[in-house]
């Protein structure tokens, strides 16, 4: 098993930046991708980005230009650097993993965006 939990977020200005921080424990070498997600206020669930263990990154058009996904193995985290952030991305964002098990999932970093 995987244990995910993110750090981070919090309120926001309209153009400001904010940093998650997801750190993983457990079955770490079991790992095959790990994933940003997030929940805007009254929608569904969405991808935000990945990262797969060989370090390729892959990010939603919504947010391609704002947010980087970067990872420190030495550390076992990934984070999700958020600059130019806009209301429209208030939500939670959710960290996971991917396993040859199934998938683990965080508890969620609030992030809002609002003057």
């Known amino acids: 098993q995987v244990q995910v939990v993110e750090s981070g977020g919090g309120l926001v200005q309209p153009g400001g930046s904010a940093r998650l921080s997801c750190v993983a424990s457990?079955?770490?070498?079991?790992?095959?991708?790990w994933g940003w997600y997030r929940r805007l206020t009254g929608k569904a669930r969405e991808l935000v980005g990945t990262?797969?263990?060989?370090?390729?990154?892959n990010v939603s058009d919504a947010v391609k230009g704002r947010f980087t996904i970067t990872r420190d193995s030495t550390k076992n985290t990934v984070d999700l650097q958020m600059n130019n952030l806009k209301p429209e991305d208030t939500g939670v964002y959710y960290c996971?993993?991917?396993?040859?098990?199934?998938?683990?999932w965080g508890q969620g970093a609030q992030v809002a965006v609002s003057s």
């Open positions: 996971s993993t991917i396993t040859i098990a199934g998938g683990y």
């Open positions: 457990g079955s770490i070498s079991s790992i095959l991708t």
């Open positions: 990262m797969s263990t060989s370090g390729l990154t």
